[in-house]
């Protein structure tokens, strides 16, 4: 009893350093968005400032087209999420419980995809839009991000581990393969589903070179690579650039809030066994 | 009225260079409880599984109530099955499983709840119905795989050791539910296990397996009076047949090595020397409780007697079981609890010889 409670006291102190050194900087992002330019670049450093404004949120929106970015992003990303998932889990459910032949190739293929690094693509992919004559477009945006080896690997990781019986029973009870993915399987995945979601829009949403990459014009911009221009365009206003940045950071966070269940619950990998 | 008939039955599966069932024939009758029985990996499943149609035939004829069903699809045939690991859809409630093969069959709602709810009533589930799966015991899992199965009003059933996953005692509660649902559902129930109590104790017919090919097929009692080789006879029963390598003179069988000799009877030794073993050698097989040990037995048997020492002994209430040994032969015999001894003793037995098989060594077929 007594080391248990040592080793807790022990693990809580390392959790509330390991909180601390993560939640700071967006703290801090967090109070400088509120901040008056000369209480931001005061040195020392204050963590609280005396006086708080709203003049940098005003301010981002009228230096650069956050609505437009915003728009942009949100199609990106949601665009890449619905469309990889329903591809990735496909694919997943395809190479764990189908038999054909190459299974095991295919899966390896995918596999070593992961292992490329994405500096390696970067140009070649860009030529091969540009040709295609789809820089600056919603689809070069999408496309290439339609399905992800990681969420193939890990719905395939799911469905392997599903018993055999289920897909059975579902077979005995009349449904066709179509019916035993969709009304089995695919709700049993629900929680992986809703993880590789949140992965994906968190992924597309702070996704910076690849966007920044495929899009020139101003009007096709994401939120992250047009925060990230700000700087070089008008001299740097870090007021500003914090407002935009915890805007950009708002829905995820809405989001993580609402599927926290899930997503804790699909890292896990849990509970499917029956 | 259902039967099902499998006619000259193979399997071979995909990547494999062997049969995994060859030449399988049966008749389930209308109404008959069959058990398929064998160890593990010896075809019984493959065999089930064929017969649901989840998987293909490769070779002969199977009918359901006299039609061909070799390539119909597992839901157009007339059959519910219960799976070893139940199988059940871990995202629906109790009553959702049991419905939702009615469901996809569109029976009309009042019909479902009508079924869902008997069927949980016989099977005392009806509290369980809003649950999820996860949250019932494995044995109540079981009971709502079985629902599943009766809801459908399926005329035969098909069950793959329904009972493997489940403890000792719920497995034999369990084994008579079963039992009594088949009697009081009036299906034709094929039903696979490794274990040859529940065989014994359910079916009407057992059909022993081994090695994808059908050993015997016949009433527990005929399986377990009259196996017709070696195998069956040491499957069948617990604890097993013993079997004894000995030679033939014409006259007695010994065993030099370990110092065995039973003098049979003329009209045995008549029939083994008509078959041309004399001078060779047989195998004899004996259940347990036919080596005795109580005393007027013993003195009227002087001739088969059997001097071995008691190694381990097993009081079973009011039997016990002494696992004996003489040299290097190992034997056991069940006895009355009365005549039960500890280890190390020297105890004398005798075969009852008008119970014992003889086996050919080399075909291990019986000698009839
Ligand atoms: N899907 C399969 N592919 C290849 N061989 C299989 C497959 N399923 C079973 N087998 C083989 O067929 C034989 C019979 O298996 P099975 O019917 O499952 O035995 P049982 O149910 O009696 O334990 C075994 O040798 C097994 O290895
Ligand atoms: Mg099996």
């Known amino acids: ?274 | 009225m259902s039967s099902v008939s499998l006619e000259h039955i193979y399997k071979k599966y995909d990547g494999s260079d062997e049969y995994s069932v060859t030449d399988f024939n049966l008749e389930v009758k209308d109404k008959e409880f069959i058990v398929f029985v064998g160890p593990s990996g010896c075809g019984k499943s493959t065999t089930l599984r064929m017969i649901s149609g989840l998987e293909e035939i490769t070779k002969g004829t199977l009918k359901i109530n006299g039609e061909v069903a070799n390539t119909k699809a597992p839901k157009d045939r007339d059959i519910a099955m219960v799976f070893q690991n139940y199988a059940l859809y871990p995202h629906m409630t109790v009553y959702q499983n049991m419905a939702f093969g009615l469901k996809m069959r569109k029976y009309d709602k009042d019909q479902i709840d009508k079924r869902v709810k008997h069927a949980a009533t016989i099977l005392g589930l009806t509290e369980f119905l809003p649950k999820r799966p996860s949250a019932l015991s494995g044995g109540q899992r079981q009971r709502v795989a079985l629902g599943r199965a009766i809801v459908r009003d399926a005329p035969i059933f098909l069950m793959d050791e329904p009972l493997s996953n489940l403890d000792a005692k719920l497995r034999v509660s369990m084994r008579t539910e079963i039992a009594r649902l088949h009697r009081s559902l009036d299906t034709t129930t094929i039903y696979v296990t490794h274990d040859q109590t529940e065989a014994m104790t359910m079916a009407d017919r057992i059909v022993v397996m081994k090695d994808g090919a059908v050993q015997q097929i016949g009433t527990p009692a005929e399986v377990y009076d009259n196996p017709v080789n070696v195998f069956v006879g040491g499957f069948i029963g617990a604890p097993p047949m013993n079997f004894f390598t000995l030679d033939f003179d014409g006259k007695y069988l010994t065993d030099k090595k370990n110092g065995i000799q039973l003098l049979l009877r003329t009209e045995q030794a008549r029939k083994l020397i008509q078959r041309g073993y004399e001078g060779k050698s047989i195998i004899l097989g004996i259940r347990p409780e036919n080596i005795r040990v109580d005393k007027e037995f013993v003195v009227a048997h002087p001739d088969t007697t059997i001097n071995g020492e008691i190694v381990v002994s097993e009081l079973l209430g009011n039997e016990s079981q002494l696992y004996c040994k003489v040299n290097d032969k190992n034997y056991i015999a069940k006895v009355n609890a009365r005549d039960h001894e500890e280890p190390g003793t020297k105890k004398v037995a005798s075969f009852d010889l008008d119970r014992v098989h003889f086996f050919d060594p080399e075909t291990e077929l019986v000698l009839k």
């Open chain 1, 1 to 274: 009893m007594k080391r248990t409670n040592k080793h807790s006291v022990l693990s809580n102190i390392l959790l509330i350093i390991v909180l601390i050194s993560v939640v700071f900087p967006f703290l801090w992002v967090l109070v400088s968005s509120f901040k008056n330019e000369a209480d931001i670049i005061n040195y020392p450093p204050k963590m609280f400032a005396g006086h708080y404004t709203l003049a940098n949120y005003v301010d981002i929106w009228k230096t650069i087209p956050m609505t437009r970015y915003i728009i942009n992003t949100m199609i990106y990303a949601v665009g890449v999420c619905v469309i990889s998932i329903t591809l990735d889990s496909f694919s997943g459910y395809a190479l764990a419980r189908m038999r054909f032949r190459g299974r095991t190739f295919f899966y390896y293929v995918v596999m070593v995809t992961m292992f490329i690094p994405f500096a390696i693509t970067m140009i070649p992919l860009f030529m091969e839009l540009s040709e295609f004559g789809m820089i600056n477009t919603y689809p070069g945006l999408i496309i290439p991000h339609a399905t992800t080896a990681f969420g193939i690997f890990m719905m395939r990781s799911f469905f392997v581990g599903l018993p055999e019986d289920l897909a059975e029973a579902a077979r005995l009870d009349g449904l066709n393969e179509f019916q035993i993915y969709f009304r089995i399987m695919l709700p049993l995945a629900k929680p992986q589903l809703i993880t590789l979601a949140i992965f994906s829009l968190m992924g597309s949403w702070n996704d910076l070179l690849y966007p920044m990459l495929m899009t020139t014009d101003q009007s096709m911009r994401t939120l992250a690579a047009g925060l990230a221009l700000i700087g070089g365009q008008h001299i740097t206003y870090y007021g500003p650039v914090m407002a935009g940045t915890i805007i950009s950071m708002l829905p995820l966070f809405i989001i993580y809030m609402f599927a926290q269940k899930y997503f804790i619950q699909g890292s896990a990998m849990s509970g499917m066994k029956e």
